[in-house]
């Protein structure tokens, strides 16, 4: 089985050749029985001015790869990789992440224990360790809560699941090649998001609890505001981003995949989360113009009843968070949009869950 690992990349000359070392390391299935993945490596590169061309020369003939003249936004880059892509199976790698070594080898392995030897699966999706800058274990795993199986409920539900960013999805390359290419002036940015969402209209998610690569959490200043990952710096803009790469990835269902699924969604818990924050930390910028606190702890309520994978502890901690988000003062709000980034805080979620061992 051919895997096609797509690296796309626009100024993360740094972390680069980190992720490419990890994308050929998967050629050893390892010491353990595991399958050996036969992989190819692709590298689109948007036109950066960092340098990332000599990254990407050093490894000649080792490596499939385009630098575009000028730049033209994630979902081209995504568009060349596909079309140079061979593989059966393809993961989109963003540059500033990383893989462990077997973690090719150990989704095909899950694969093929399935019973019907993994025919009806579209994705295969596992946690990612979260690392800072320099590469340093940040003592978290993403997401906190991840759905498998047929997820197209909750996406007819919710307009979303639980699963992890572009680096731990793993796609039957079938299952989303409908989609491809991507129209570039409507996914400069969060172009992963129609092959996230589409592929289980394709068949099944399955999922592996372990973390299997690494994601770069390389923005402090995004952190600090409670902003999770390394672009969207404000809430506002998250919730924004969020409504165009669900409404314009569903267009792609059913204009390409011919099934319609429409709203009104009902907003999943982490949704509502970003809501809260975004609400209480710029009122101003806040995009939904209805929202105040009654209706938010409604709305959330629903959602984490609705919403499969809680524990009741789980969904009365996240509640209490959110009342008090709500509730506080102005400048202890801030303080607290901190702890929507906190591994802390979700390790100890997590051992409500599953006891100390897991954590």
């Known amino acids: 089985m051919r895997v096609s690992i797509l690296i796309s990349s626009h100024d993360y000359g740094r972390f680069l050749g980190e992720a490419i070392d990890s994308a050929l390391a998967q050629h050893d299935g390892g010491p353990d029985g595991l399958p050996v993945p036969e992989v190819e490596v692709v590298v689109c590169d948007d ?74 699966v579209a994705k295969i999706q596992f946690r990612l360790r979260c690392i800072d800058r320099e590469g340093r274990c940040m003592s978290r795993t993403i997401p906190y809560l991840m759905h498998d199986g047929d997820v197209r409920p909750l996406i007819r539900r919710f307009g979303s699941y639980g699963g992890p960013p572009s680096s731990g999805n793993l796609y039957r390359r079938s299952a989303i090649a409908p989609f491809f290419p991507l129209v570039e002036r409507d996914w400069r940015r969060a172009a992963d998001t129609p092959p996230f969402l589409l592929a289980p209209f394709q068949g099944r998610v399955l999922g592996i609890a372990a973390a299997l690569g690494a994601y770069r959490i390389h923005s402090g200043s995004n952190r600090a505001r409670g902003c999770f990952g390394n672009i969207a710096a404000r809430h506002a803009d998250t919730l924004r981003v969020d409504q165009h790469r669900r409404e ?54 629903r959602a984490l009843q609705a919403c499969p994978g809680y524990t009741r502890p789980e969904r009365y901690a996240s509640q209490l968070w959110l009342l008090a988000m709500l509730a506080a003062p102005r400048q202890l709000a801030g303080r607290l949009a901190v702890t929507n980034t906190s591994g802390r805080l979700r390790r100890w979620l997590r051992q409500l869950r599953t006891g100390p061992a897991a954590a």
Do not use: K
């Open 47 to 120: 036109a950066s001015g960092d340098g990332s061309d000599e990254v990407i020369r050093r490894y000649g003939t080792r490596i499939r790869h385009w630098i575009s003249p000028d730049n033209r936004g994630q979902g081209s880059m995504m568009n060349a990789a596909m079309a140079l892509a061979t593989g059966d199976w393809v993961l989109f790698l963003d540059a500033d992440d990383r893989l462990e070594p077997q973690a090719l080898a150990r989704c095909l392995a899950r694969l093929q224990a399935e019973p019907d030897g993994g025919r009806g």
């Open 248 to 301: 314009a990835s569903l267009a792609l269902l059913a204009q390409h995949g011919g099934e319609h699924v429409e709203g009104p969604f009902l907003p999943a818990p982490w949704n509502l989360r970003t809501r809260a924050l975004s609400l209480r930390t710029e009122p101003q910028r806040h995009p939904y113009r209805h929202d105040d606190a009654l209706r938010l702890l409604r709305l959330q309520a």
